[in-house]
C-alpha cells in the first residue's frame, strides 16, 4: 500500500521560510518523479513543483520560481521542499505526489498524501 505523509507545515510570518517533507513507503521511491502541489481555500489544486528520480531535474511554478526548491533523499524515500521568502499567497494545503511522468497535471501523478498546512501572515 502506497503512503504518502507529508509534514512540516504550520503558521509563518511573511518573509520566512519553511520546509516540508513527505516521506514514501510501499513504493520504489527512486522510480517516481514527486511533485509538490498547493491548494487554497475556494481556488482550484496547483502544481508548485516536481523533481526527477535521481533529482537531477527539477522544474517549478512561476509563483514560486527562484524562492522554493524541492529536493529528495532516495536513500531515505522523502522529497522536501524548501520554501523561503513566503508570502501570504502561499498559504494553502501542501500536497506530495508520486507519479511516472513530467507533468504540472495533477491526473498525472499516481499517489497523494494527505496535505498539511501552510498559513503564512502578512
Known amino acids: 500500500q502506497v503512503q504518502l505523509v507529508e509534514s512540516g507545515g504550520g503558521l509563518v510570518q511573511a518573509g520566512g521560510s519553511m520546509r516540508l517533507s513527505c516521506a514514501a513507503s510501499?513504493?520504489?521511491?527512486?522510480?517516481?518523479?514527486m511533485g509538490w502541489f498547493r491548494q487554497a481555500p475556494g481556488n482550484e489544486r496547483e502544481f508548485v513543483a516536481y523533481?526527477?528520480?535521481?533529482?537531477?531535474?527539477?522544474y517549478y511554478a512561476d509563483s514560486v520560481k527562484g524562492r522554493f526548491t524541492i529536493s529528495r533523499d532516495n536513500a531515505k524515500n522523502t522529497v522536501y521542499l524548501q520554501m523561503n521568502s513566503l508570502k501570504p499567497e502561499d498559504t494553502a494545503v501542501y500536497y506530495c505526489?508520486?507519479?511516472?511522468?513530467?507533468?504540472?497535471?495533477?491526473?498525472?501523478?499516481?499517489?497523494w498524501g494527505q496535505g498539511t498546512q501552510v498559513t503564512v501572515s502578512s
Open positions: 505526489a508520486a507519479g511516472q511522468s513530467r507533468s504540472r497535471r495533477g491526473a498525472s501523478y499516481d499517489a
Open positions: 510501499g513504493l520504489t521511491f527512486s522510480s517516481y518523479i
Open positions: 523533481i526527477w528520480r535521481n533529482g537531477a531535474n527539477t
